[in-house]
């Protein structure tokens, strides 16, 4: 007979059958169909198989949600050219990516299941941290970002083989580089451990890389820091990163910390900084350098009678976003001397008393 694709019609079952119906289907047709039943019946135990790995999926609650999703987007349809009826389907044939990028991710979803579709080759990116000045933060700049990345071994280009040593076809995966778990259309492709999915082994190990074929090696790149940015801003760089095995370079993504000024802090787009002053100079009015964050040094003038924590704004000295710059606040603090001669005491005294301020 020919082999169906729909796993329901293999058991008899309507698609919204039960799992008591499905397990009473499996039982009466294994019973009829079973080799021992059926000695020296070739399209018996074929038939058997059949009904075996429908059973196991349609009776497993999340393999039946993942078929029965796969089903109705199609997958499972006659091949071109396949005579009188349409085959079992296999993972290695579909790749279930492509239909389904709208879908949420469901390509990912089904390719997590058989193991096909997915770049599984293809390098992920490699997450490392930066610290950033406070400066280079707020106007913009390069920073250094140490990577470790793994390269093919030197010594024996990426082998794994000693110099002079036999390489030979892995017996473990007969040179496909992957084994395969499981059955039929739900069987899931891996990495073969053996030869570390190259296909070949070396009678003797290299001695630089233990017969990896791979290599850390350290990397110091400079990247570009955009104006404005927070510590947990994260920034991707593009084609930095760890080379896959099918060629492809992947991405560094850097998240950023910035490091604390001690005079400088942010509020939002505003820079704060705070200026002590002497009591004198609060009651009589000054005039204080400020610096600013590129490093200029603004005239600020403090006028008569300034109260402790009184903030005066420097326009244009904050951080720019959007095309739009903030200010630089400046909080003023007014220091009181922590000792008084026995002269300055009695002055001070006399003012109090003068002014009719209690002490």
Known sequence: MAKTTDYYRVLGVDEKAGGDDIKKAYRRLAKKYHPDANPNDASAAERFKEISEAHSVLSDPEKRKHYDLMRRYGAFVPRAGGGAGPARPRAEDFDFTKGFEGFGGLGDLFSSIFGKGRRAEAPEAIEVAAAVPFRIAALGGRVPVTVTVTEACPTCGG???????????????????????????????????????????????????????????????????????????????????????????GDITVTLTVEPDRFLSREGQDILCAVPINLAQAVFGTRVKVRTVDGRRVVLRVPPGTQPGRRFRIRGQGIEHNGRRGDQLVEVQVKIPDQLSPEQEALMKQFAEKAGLKY
């Open 159 to 249: 082998s794994g083989a000693a110099p002079g040593a036999t390489i030979t076809v892995c017996s473990e995966c007969q040179g496909r580089g992957e084994i395969a778990f499981g059955q039929g259309a739900f069987a899931v492709k891996r990495p073969c451990p053996a030869c570390r999915a190259r296909g070949r082994v070396a009678s003797e190990p290299c001695g630089r890389c233990g017969g990896r074929g791979e290599v850390q090696v350290e990397r110091r790149l400079m990247i570009e820091v955009p104006a404005g940015v927070e510590s947990g801003h994260k920034l991707r760089v593009r084609g930095q990163g760890q080379r896959g095995r099918d060629g492809s370079v």
